[in-house]
């Protein structure tokens, strides 16, 4: 991109900022705070612009673009889209050389005399390659802006003692929602309470043409917020049933967590088919993208349900506790990510329980959720050679891979994996103690260590963990876990299902969210029966190692051009499955790969096979106990306004 001329500082903004600048200024032992501009009136061409004014010594300086993501677990920060840097003191522009080592690191000299520097920097919202967040976060109605794309700062201090203050710019007329304290506003700027950079970095905005705030659960304290911006006004009506479940939500972890880390937090979320699906866990807030429609189509509804509660539990489990190897001082520290089975993993079971508890999913639809989860992990050949803790010491390396062969690779499978180990335990717990005990009582003792707090973060070690389990239901927790966590097990840890009053089955018609799902990716699912997935147009994603479409010789990539005699569509496959159980001869496909054909016989009569969640009858149905909400089933009117 070229340096764009709108970027230069503007006549008289030294003053408008002078003008924003909150009277209390949070100021560490001998520092001014940063001050950063962000102007979002470019957002719709994907183009962002900061303005920073940094306090400095003369002498030496190295700063620091943020490299390590918290939340993304990787050192995934967007530089590579970082351009028209100019670094600037009493209006002479500073040599900059970037560090031949740590490339999110440029050093300058700082003349004599000077004490303070001016960076202009923008911000690229295109597709990079650092597979970041950030990418592609703008479109013509909204932007979402995560700080750590726009701000660069002095290296070697801890971010949590590094003051900043920010104003933002958002294009004419459009709103924006935030953690942030703000503080002034003048047109389209406002000012915010200085705060860290830490802090800063942790606290998104998103701002939009169509755009609306609502309350949630009014009567709780701290006060809770929904953020939504829209491309389609409409949308931002949402459903009652999804604005009463959310404030549910917000009361559900008053219960379960009894405690919260917060001044007051705000779910922002984007309505979008062109700004890009998220979920990002802040202290605050919690930044999640969805489809357009994704919250008014009720096959996609489906698929959405966990996302909210997933990314709010992380305020707890992640944010406030966080793994000792993931409270890094700044963003330079490489992250150790060993932890992320309980950072993620159980995010992922409290994600889906409170959707279950607060009605975002039906009681089907959480037990056909878990199903499809537990089936694709107990389907998983590469669980034979890289066992769960890896998938999590691994995670940075593992997060953006591509599907093809992703069975035989394993993925972050610390997430869904995670899910089944902590039914697992809350499961054991239940059972040791009677239900006197469940996983309840462990996330009392666990999340809500120090009581209410403002946000901050307390580590915690994989010890502490198994010593807050014994504490709750006395057991070999230490061999519990490290059995499940080492394991080269062919098949995944489903006792917990089992435990619950469930066992997993195939049958011959997918559950409603398998279908939601499927038809979300456009894509079509053999992967229970032959072992192949496949998308829309018949290409080939993966194939199940040792499935019979393995041994058939197939692979990623390519085409199913025809399936017995018939030209390949997700039907004609259906009805070959089905005819496949009756028939003593292979499937016959007929497949493409790159302009050579070929005909590939596949062995198998199995029929059509989805995995669902079947009730042992005779059996305690712990399983339904556990989504049964903890608060009251009759909540205060919906808010809205
Ligand atoms: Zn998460």
């Given at each position: 991109m070229t340096f764009h001329p709108a970027r230069r500082p503007v006549p008289g903004l030294a003053a408008v900022l002078f003008l924003l600048a909150p009277i209390a200024i949070a100021q560490s032992a001998n520092s001014k705070p940063i001050l950063i501009h962000v102007d979002l009136t470019d957002?719709?061409?994907?183009?962002?612009?900061?303005?920073?004014?940094?306090?400095?010594?003369?002498?030496?300086?190295?700063?620091?673009?943020?490299?390590?993501?918290?939340?993304?677990?990787?050192?995934?920060?967007?530089?590579?889209?970082?351009?028209?840097?100019?670094?600037?003191?009493?209006?002479?522009?500073?040599?900059?050389r970037r560090d031949l080592v740590d490339l999110y690191a440029v050093h300058v000299d700082v003349p004599k005399g000077v004490a303070q520097i001016e960076v202009d920097l923008d911000f690229l919202a295109v597709p990079g390659s650092t597979g970041s967040d950030e990418d592609g976060a703008t479109d013509n109605n909204m932007a979402v802006l995560e700080w750590n794309s726009v701000v660069i700062f002095p290296a070697h201090v801890p971010v949590s003692q590094i003051p900043i203050t920010a104003s933002l710019t958002v294009p004419k007329g459009w709103k924006f929602g935030t953690a942030l304290t703000k503080t002034g506003e003048i047109g389209d700027t406002s000012s915010f309470a200085s705060t860290t950079v830490e802090q800063l970095v942790d606290s998104p905005v998103i701002a939009g043409k169509y755009f609306r705030e609502l309350p949630l659960a009014p009567e709780v304290s701290p006060k809770h917020y929904l953020d939504v911006a829209a491309d389609d006004p409409d949308d931002l009506d949402l459903k009652p049933a999804i604005l009463d479940s959310l404030s549910k939500l917000v009361r559900e972890t008053g219960a379960l967590y009894?405690?919260?880390?917060?001044?007051?937090?705000?779910f922002l979320l984007s309505l979008s088919d062109s700004v890009?699906?998220?979920?990002?866990?802040?202290?605050q807030s919690s930044d999640n993208g969805i489809e357009e429609h994704g919250f008014s189509d009720d096959d996609l509804e489906i698929t959405n349900a966990d996302l909210l509660p997933h990314e709010f539990t992380h305020s707890w489990n992640g944010k406030y506790r966080r793994p000792i190897g993931l409270a890094t001082p700044d963003y330079h520290v490489p992250m150790q990510d060993d932890l992320l089975w309980v950072y993620e993993g159980m995010t992922q079971y409290w994600g889906d329980v409170l959707a279950a508890r607060t009605g975002l999913f039906t009681p089907d639809q959480y037990r056909e959720a878990l199903a499809f989860s537990a089936a694709t992990l107990d389907n998983q050949p590469g669980r034979t050679w890289r066992n769960l803790q890896d998938t999590a010491d691994a995670s940075s390396i593992l997060r953006e891979e591509s599907p093809e062969w992703g069975n035989w690779r394993r993925s972050q499978e610390y997430y869904p994996?995670?899910?089944?180990?902590?039914?697992?335990?809350?499961?054991?717990?239940?059972?040791?103690?009677?239900?006197?005990?469940?996983?309840?009582?462990?996330?009392?003792?666990?999340l809500a260590v120090g009581g209410n707090t403002p946000p901050k973060v307390v580590p915690y070690t994989f010890d502490e963990i198994v010593a807050d389990l014994n504490s709750i239901a006395p057991y070999d927790w230490r061999g519990f876990l490290r059995e499940r966590l080492d394991s080269h097990a062919a098949h995944a840890p489903l006792s917990g299902i089992e435990r619950g009053g469930y066992r997993l089955i195939y049958s011959d018609q997918p559950t409603a969210y398998e279908k939601a799902l499927l038809g979300k990716h456009g894509a079509a699912d053999a992967w229970f029966s032959l072992g192949l997935r496949i998308n829309g147009e018949g290409e080939i994603i993966d194939v199940r190692f040792d499935s019979p479409a393995f041994k058939a010789g197939l692979g990623p990539q390519a085409k199913i051009v025809a399936?017995?005699?018939?030209?390949?569509?997700?039907?004609?496959?259906?009805?070959?499955?089905?005819?496949?159980?009756?028939s003593p001869d292979p499937l016959e496909l007929i497949v493409s790969n790159t302009d050579e054909f070929r005909i590939v016989p596949i062995e198998y009569h199995g029929g059509e096979r989805y995995p669902k969640l079947e009730r042992v009858t005779g059996t305690p149905a712990l399983l339904d106990e556990i989504i049964k909400p903890l608060t009251s089933p009759a909540p205060p009117a919906s808010p809205g306004k």
């Open positions: 957002a719709p061409r994907h183009l962002l612009h900061a303005h920073l004014q940094i306090p400095v010594n003369p002498g030496a300086l190295t700063l620091e673009y943020p490299e390590w993501i918290p939340g993304d677990h990787r050192p995934s920060g967007p530089i590579d889209n970082l351009a028209g840097v100019f670094i600037r003191a009493n209006g002479h522009d500073l040599p900059w009894q405690s919260r880390h917060y001044e007051s937090y705000h890009r699906g998220e979920g990002l866990e802040h202290h994996e995670g899910e089944l180990i902590w039914l697992d335990a809350d499961t054991t717990i239940r059972n040791l103690t009677h239900n006197q005990k469940s996983l309840n009582d462990f996330c009392v003792k666990f399936i017995n005699g018939h030209g390949y569509s997700d039907d004609v496959l259906k009805s070959a499955l089905k005819k496949s159980k009756a």
